[in-house]
């Protein structure tokens, strides 16, 4: 399993401590020194089931500096994961990938639900 993060956010902290206190195993990558790929943010939105307006960052400074608020509506699929991919920061983390899944933030009922850890 892919655990995508940013190694100062607090919620991706919370969420590699809820991994590791729940001995999941996962590699850990981070976004800023490795931003995904439009290729695999192709994949995980068609993994996740979700809009792919939940892969952005909608609280962080990037997002709010563009204007993306106003501009996703009007955007292509394509130009938004073009967005994407340009920048790390863009992406909502962190991102739990595994092979039939994948969880966008840290909601940890939703992680327990998927996730089924054996503590």
Known sequence: MKFICYKKCSTCKKAQQWLDDHKIAYEARDIKEENPSKEELRQWHKLSGQPLKR??????????????????????????????????????????????????GFKEDTWNEQLKPTC
């Open 55 to 104: 892969f952005f960052n909608t609280s962080g400074l990037q997002y709010k500096a563009l204007q993306l608020k106003d501009k996703l509506p009007t955007m292509s699929e394509e130009q938004q994961l073009e967005l994407l991919a340009s920048d790390g920061m863009l992406v909502k983390r962190p991102l739990c990938i595994g092979e039939e899944f994948v969880l966008i």
